[in-house]
């Protein structure tokens, strides 16, 4: 037989009927024979991990219809999707349907929301579950009905014979109709027959963040809910060594002084009695701290010294082919912020033993368990429910913060704990987005095409998430501490510091090594695009000045070494939407910039074209304009594209150009806006032009993160065009430009 069929509580309530579950005989009857069972075909995105249908699709009798994910919506618009999807295969109104995002006591367990993977895994969950509830429905009509099935059509949440007569989903789910496993096959809508996917349809999130709606977690209030505030420690290795917090608790609406080894905090009955007994709380504290962070300017020269376990993740070679003329050059990125524009929150609240915690973590189901193993809870009885919070970009401060507020609300039974980060906490505290190195080596053969490549890419690990309770504030800084985990390398093809590191063009020799480096002198983690964005700044940025060796255009050079023809269809629309032309010149102090990748190689292909201004005296670059082209296999919503890649362009651009983190022996300085800038509404480009390559009834391909490497090349590319001068360390600040002007 199968493996046993699980149920949860919720299922056998849900259906309100008799139960069905079925199972197979085909694999012990088989082997009865000898003869091996056929393998079983996976069922399509998470349906492989989650086969049951009413996982992601609940119909009740009342005829109101939920889908469900366990994605969060993280602001990349994906609920407005996925209830498009579902609305498309269900052929019901758009309007008529709702989207439950991630929640441990509603959703899948679909990990992390992250790399690019909500279409591709939830979307095509999602798809596949509509289409075989339709198919279900149909035929439970037809047997009713006492039609065939294929006489049927489905409309507006019915299922329709060709004599008129109607039967409602609400009127056929009865039974569990749906709680059934996934077949590996549906019979999917044809594209030409699409009337919600492939359209426009205004975003559902985007009304409560424009009028001042319940938007974010930030926004959120609880009856009885108190404020909490944290007192971090002023550096990474401070130790927590005298408070006197008698003041602090005499202080009017302070509830509770919470301290348990370094973890400190205050409770009160007011947000503002909350932030004034914190910096009360904080001046009372002393720390005794230690010198142990390295020379911020050296951090390159740090990265490529420290112990690393090295391998050869591509390696190709021809050696009736060599090349005649080389090149190398060295890449560094900086720590960087994710930068969210809210300091991170949650809400926790622990009643009859059983906590909730609402959160803007990206993964509910890991960051229950890291939260149930630190307060030494069953998961059962811990619940994650998912609020968007307001700002994110991969692993920020929100699974910290949720940890906080547990850990105060186990203090304070019954009452909703909220804590609130600040500006200087989040600054602080966050993981950071790793430091990385890349050294780069190439030759061209008599023809000036690329005959030897040699990438290599220094480089911590890119996740330190929540599972275990170890990567949590709160976890480490408790009197009986949890280790920080052992830091590993993401395996590929996916990859991690690694992502984007083997070329997508065809090189007769080529080698490329990962050198993982498990010491992380600062606190780091995932950084939206992981190593892409850095991997293909380089790649890209060196494409540029081997074409210039070569002599060549840098599209038609592009082109040249690229069998892929969806990345070619790319490539040449960018260029076409730019207006490209070989040989052109652009105006005084202007640049021209072109950059292409498919991210990670798998998902999304994306081309950036672009004009940059310089100011020669001041070395100030501005993106005057951007013209992408990407495509992402079947486009579910174009101008939820389109929002993907004009976010990406305009957040690389405030990477490439202005962000690093800083620091001093044992603190980080950039703890503001002041000392970490970041892109301002003043330096936004005048246009950017999204130019969508459709590809109907193909897989959905994550497009969220695949613009940002593309994007901060093209700059950089547009950059030395416009000054004639190379910047290879990023960020590429006005400093850093001028310098390389006047040199």
């Given at each position: 037989?199968?493996?046993?069929?699980?149920?949860?509580?919720?299922?056998?309530?849900?259906?309100?009927?008799?139960?069905?579950?079925?199972?197979?005989?085909?694999?012990?009857?088989?082997?009865?024979?000898?003869?091996?069972?056929?393998?079983?075909?996976?069922?399509?995105?998470?349906?492989?991990?989650?086969?049951?249908?009413?996982?992601?699709?609940?119909?009740?009798?009342?005829?109101?219809?939920?889908?469900?994910?366990?994605?969060?919506?993280?602001?990349?618009?994906?609920?407005?999707?996925?209830?498009?999807?579902?609305?498309?295969?269900?052929?019901?109104?758009?309007?008529?349907?709702?989207?439950?995002?991630?929640?441990?006591?509603?959703?899948?367990?679909?990990?992390?929301?992250?790399?690019?993977?909500?279409?591709?895994?939830?979307?095509?969950?999602?798809?596949?579950?509509?289409?075989?509830?339709?198919?279900?429905?149909?035929?439970?009509?037809?047997?009713?009905?006492?039609?065939?099935?294929?006489?049927?059509?489905?409309?507006?949440?019915?299922?329709?014979?060709?004599?008129?007569?109607?039967?409602?989903?609400?009127?056929?789910?009865?039974?569990?109709?749906?709680?059934?496993?996934?077949?590996?096959?549906?019979?999917?809508?044809?594209?030409?027959?699409?009337?919600?996917?492939?359209q426009p349809v205004p975003r559902v999130d985007i009304p409560a963040k424009v009028t001042g709606g319940m938007a974010y977690v930030q926004d959120m209030r609880r009856p009885g809910m108190v404020h909490a505030r944290i007192v971090r420690p002023p550096s990474y290795a401070a130790q927590l060594?005298?408070?006197?917090?008698?003041?602090?608790?005499?202080?009017?609406?302070?509830?509770?002084?919470?301290?348990?080894?370094?973890?400190?905090?205050?409770?009160?009955?007011?947000?503002?009695?909350?932030?004034?007994?914190?910096?009360?709380?904080?001046?009372?504290?002393?720390?005794?701290?230690?010198?142990?962070?390295?020379?911020?300017?050296?951090?390159?020269?740090?990265?490529?010294?420290?112990?690393?376990?090295?391998?050869?993740?591509?390696?190709?070679?021809?050696?009736?082919?060599a090349g005649r003329r080389t090149i190398e050059a060295t890449y560094a990125r900086p720590y960087q912020s994710h930068g969210s524009i809210g300091?991170?929150?949650?809400?926790?609240?622990?009643?009859?033993?059983?906590?909730?915690?609402?959160?803007?973590?990206?993964?509910?189901?890991?960051?229950?368990?890291?939260?149930?193993?630190?307060?030494?809870?069953?998961?059962?009885?811990?619940?994650?429910?998912?609020?968007?919070?307001?700002?994110?970009?991969?692993?920020?401060?929100?699974?910290?913060?949720?940890?906080?507020?547990?850990?105060?609300?186990?203090?304070?039974?019954?009452?909703?704990?909220?804590?609130?980060?600040?500006?200087?906490?989040?600054?602080?505290?966050?993981?950071?987005?790793?430091?990385?190195?890349?050294?780069?080596?190439?030759?061209?053969?008599?023809?000036?095409?690329?005959?030897?490549?040699?990438?290599?890419?220094?480089?911590?690990?890119?996740?330190?998430?929540?599972?275990?309770?170890?990567?949590?504030?709160?976890?480490?800084?408790?009197?009986?501490?949890?280790?920080?985990?052992?830091?590993?390398?993401?395996?590929?093809?996916?990859?991690?510091?690694?992502?984007?590191?083997?070329?997508?063009?065809?090189?007769?020799?080529?080698?490329?090594?990962?050198?993982?480096?498990?010491?992380?002198?600062?606190?780091?983690?995932?950084?939206?695009?992981?190593?892409?964005?850095?991997?293909?700044?380089?790649?890209?940025?060196?494409?540029?000045?081997?074409?210039?060796?070569?002599?060549?255009?840098?599209?038609?050079?592009?082109?040249?070494?690229?069998?892929?023809?969806?990345?070619?269809?790319?490539?040449?629309?960018?260029?076409?939407?730019?207006?490209?032309?070989?040989?052109?010149?652009?105006?005084?102090?202007?640049?021209?910039?072109?950059?292409?990748?498919?991210?990670?190689?798998?998902?999304?292909?994306?081309?950036?074209?672009?004009?940059?201004?310089?100011?020669?005296?001041?070395?100030?670059?501005?993106?005057?304009?951007?013209?992408?082209?990407?495509?992402?296999?079947?486009?579910?919503?174009?101008?939820?594209?389109?929002?993907?890649?004009?976010?990406?362009?305009?957040?690389?651009?405030?990477?490439?150009?202005?962000?690093?983190?800083?620091?001093?022996?044992?603190?980080?300085?950039?703890?503001?806006?002041?000392?970490?800038?970041?892109?301002?509404?003043?330096?936004?480009?005048?246009?950017?032009?999204?130019?969508?390559?459709?590809?109907?009834?193909?897989?959905?391909?994550?497009?969220?993160?695949?613009?940002?490497?593309?994007?901060?090349?093209?700059?950089?590319?547009?950059?030395?065009?416009?000054?004639?001068?190379?910047?290879?360390?990023?960020?590429?600040?006005?400093?850093?430009?001028?310098?390389?002007?006047?040199?």
């Open positions: 037989m199968n493996a046993p069929v699980i149920l949860d509580r919720r299922r056998v309530l849900a259906g309100g009927g008799a139960l069905i579950v079925s199972f197979s005989l085909r694999g012990a009857f088989a082997q009865d024979q000898g003869a091996a069972a056929p393998p079983t075909p996976k069922a399509p995105g998470s349906l492989a991990t989650t086969p049951y249908l009413d996982s992601w699709i609940r119909i009740d009798a009342d005829g109101s219809i939920t889908a469900f994910t366990g994605k969060a919506e993280l602001g990349q618009g994906f609920k407005t999707a996925f209830q498009q999807i579902a609305a498309e295969e269900l052929d019901i109104p758009f309007a008529s349907l709702k989207v439950v995002t991630a929640d441990t006591s509603l959703t899948a367990n679909e990990g992390y929301t992250s790399g690019s993977h909500s279409m591709q895994d939830s979307g095509t969950a999602i798809q596949h579950a509509a289409a075989q509830a339709r198919e279900l429905l149909t035929a439970e009509a037809a047997r009713r009905l006492e039609v065939r099935p294929e006489s049927l059509r489905t409309e507006n949440a019915a299922v329709i014979a060709s004599d008129g007569r109607r039967l409602t989903y609400g009127e056929l789910v009865a039974g569990n109709l749906l709680h059934v496993q996934a077949q590996a096959t549906s019979k999917l809508k044809d594209p030409a027959t699409f009337k919600v996917v492939g060594v005298e408070c006197d917090t008698s003041a602090i608790e005499k202080m009017p609406d302070v509830v509770k002084v919470v301290r348990d080894g370094n973890f400190l905090a205050v409770v009160a009955n007011k947000e503002f009695a909350a932030v004034k007994a914190m910096n009360a709380l904080s001046a009372a504290a002393k720390w005794q701290e230690s010198a142990k962070l390295p020379k911020q300017d050296e951090i390159a020269d740090v990265l490529l010294k420290l112990p690393a376990e090295d391998s050869t993740i591509f390696q190709r070679s021809d050696p009736s082919i300091p991170s929150c949650a809400i926790a609240q622990l009643v009859d033993g059983a906590m909730t915690v609402w959160t803007h973590t990206q993964g509910v189901y890991p960051d229950r368990q890291a939260i149930a193993q630190m307060l030494k809870m069953a998961p059962s009885s811990v619940r994650l429910i998912h609020v968007e919070g307001s700002g994110c970009y991969g692993h920020n401060g929100a699974d910290d913060a949720a940890a906080d507020a547990a850990l105060i609300a186990r203090a304070m039974p019954g009452a909703p704990v909220r804590v609130q980060w600040m500006r200087e906490q989040e600054h602080a505290w966050e993981p950071f987005g790793p430091a990385m190195v890349t050294k780069l080596k190439a030759a061209l053969d008599e023809s000036g095409r690329i005959a030897d490549w040699n990438f290599e890419v220094w480089s911590n690990t890119h996740s330190m998430r929540p599972g275990g309770a170890g990567c949590l504030l709160a976890a480490q800084h408790m009197a009986e501490p949890i280790a920080v985990p052992a830091p590993k390398p993401l395996p590929l093809p996916e990859g991690g510091g690694d992502r984007n590191a083997i070329p997508i063009y065809t090189f007769p020799n080529a080698r490329v090594v990962h050198h993982f480096i498990a010491e992380m002198p600062l606190r780091i983690s995932a950084m939206r695009a992981l190593g892409a964005y850095h991997n293909v700044f380089s790649i890209e940025s060196f494409m540029d000045e081997l074409a210039g060796l070569a002599g060549a255009d840098p599209v038609e050079f592009r082109l040249k070494h690229l069998d892929d023809s969806r990345g070619r269809d790319v490539i040449e629309k960018a260029a076409q939407g730019f207006g490209w032309q070989s040989g052109q010149k652009a105006p005084p102090g202007h640049g021209y910039g072109f950059a292409f990748a498919r991210y990670k190689n798998l998902a999304a292909y994306c081309a950036i074209a672009s004009e940059v201004e310089v100011n020669q005296e001041t070395g100030r670059a501005r993106l005057v304009r951007a013209v992408a082209a990407v495509d992402s296999g079947q486009v579910v919503n174009p101008d939820g594209l389109i929002n993907q890649v004009e976010g990406a362009i305009i957040q690389s651009m405030s990477w490439t150009l202005y962000e690093r983190v800083t620091f001093d022996d044992s603190r980080i300085t950039s703890i503001d806006w002041q000392t970490y800038p970041i892109l301002r509404f003043d330096a936004v480009p005048e246009r950017i032009d999204v130019h969508i390559i459709d590809r109907p009834g193909q897989p959905f391909l994550g497009s969220g993160e695949t613009g940002q490497g593309p994007a901060a090349a093209s700059i950089a590319n547009a950059i030395a065009n416009a000054t004639g001068k190379r910047l290879r360390n990023l960020p590429l600040t006005r400093k850093r430009i001028k310098d390389a002007i006047d040199a």
